[in-house]
Nanobody, 119 residues
Framework: QVQLVESGGGMVQPGGSLRLSCTASGSIFNINAMAWYRQAPGKERELVAVITSGGSTNSVDSVKGRFTISRDNAKNTMYLQMNSLKPEDTAVYYC?????????????WGQGTQVTVSS
C-alpha cells in the first residue's frame, strides 16, 4: 500500500509565502515523476508543476518565477515553495506521483491541502 501525504497549506496574505510538502510511504520500489496540481472552487484540477526523478522541472506560466518545485529522493518527499502568492492561487493543492512497485507503475494522489490567499 502506498500513501502520499501533503502538508504545509494554510492561509496567507497576498505577497506571502508557503512551502508545501508531499511524502510518499509504503511499498515503494521507485518514484518516477512527481507533480503538484491544484483545484480552485468551481474550476477543473490543473497541473501546477512537475519534476522528474532526475530533477528536471516544468511549471505553468502563471506560477513561473514565483513557485519552485523540488524533491528529496532520499526522503521520498517533494516540495513546492510558493512565493509572492496571489488571491488567484487559492485552491486545494494535490500531489501526484508515479510509483513503481513489484514491476507495476501506478499514479497515486494525496488527499489535498488547502491554500488560501486573502487579506
Amino acid at each position: 500500500q502506498v500513501q502520499l501525504v501533503e502538508s504545509g497549506g494554510g492561509m496567507v496574505q497576498p505577497g506571502g509565502s508557503l512551502r508545501l510538502s508531499c511524502t510518499a510511504s509504503g511499498s515503494i520500489f521507485n518514484i518516477n515523476a512527481m507533480a503538484w496540481y491544484r483545484q480552485a472552487p468551481g474550476k477543473e484540477r490543473e497541473l501546477v508543476a512537475v519534476i522528474t526523478s532526475g530533477g528536471s522541472t516544468n511549471s505553468v506560466d502563471s506560477v513561473k518565477g514565483r513557485f519552485t518545485i523540488s524533491r528529496d529522493n532520499a526522503k521520498n518527499t517533494m516540495y513546492l515553495q510558493m512565493n509572492s502568492l496571489k488571491p488567484e492561487d487559492t485552491a486545494v493543492y494535490y500531489c501526484n506521483a508515479v510509483i513503481t512497485n513489484a514491476g507495476v507503475s501506478r499514479k497515486y494522489w494525496g488527499q489535498g491541502t488547502q491554500v488560501t490567499v486573502s487579506s
